[in-house]
C-alpha cells in the first residue's frame, strides 16, 4: 500500500488543522491506520491510531482530547483533525497501515509509511 498524506502548515498557538492521508494500491479495510510524528531531534512517536472499519480508536496521552482520528474507507482515506494546537505539536506527521484483525487499533508494529507532512505551530 502507498501512502500520501497532506494538509500540514503554519498556525498559531489555540489554532486547528486536519491532516489527510490517501492510500492506494491496497484494499484500504485490509489496513489498520495509524498517525505518528516526530519533532526535531527526538524520536518519532505515537500520536493516534483506527481499526480497520474506523470501531476503535487509540491516542497518546498528549494527543487525547486535542485530536480526533477517523477514516473513510470510501476514498481510502485517513484523517487527524487536531485542535488547540501548542508549538510542543511542531514535528513531521506521519501516516502508517498495518496489517491486522478487525477491531485492532495497534500503536506500533506498522510496515508501511507515507512522507509526513510538516506541522509547524508558532507561539
Known amino acids: 500500500v502507498q501512502l500520501q498524506a497532506y494538509g500540514g502548515g503554519l498556525v498559531q498557538a489555540g489554532g486547528s488543522l486536519r491532516l489527510s492521508c490517501v492510500a492506494s494500491g491496497s484494499p484500504f479495510s485490509d489496513y489498520a491506520m495509524g498517525w505518528f510524528r516526530q519533532a526535531p531531534g527526538k524520536e518519532r512517536e505515537f500520536v493516534a491510531s483506527i481499526s480497520r472499519v474506523g470501531t476503535k480508536e487509540e491516542y497518546s496521552d498528549s494527543a487525547k482530547g486535542r485530536s480526533t482520528i477517523s477514516r473513510d474507507n470510501a476514498k481510502n482515506t485517513v484523517y487527524l483533525q487536531m485542535i488547540s494546537l501548542k508549538p510542543d505539536d511542531t514535528a513531521v506527521y506521519y501516516c502508517?497501515?498495518?496489517?491486522?484483525?478487525?477491531?485492532?487499533?495497534?500503536?506500533?508494529?506498522?510496515?508501511?509509511w507515507g512522507q509526513g507532512t510538516q506541522v509547524t505551530v508558532s507561539s
Open positions: 502508517a497501515a498495518r496489517g491486522t484483525v478487525t477491531g485492532h487499533a495497534p500503536r506500533g508494529g506498522y510496515a508501511y
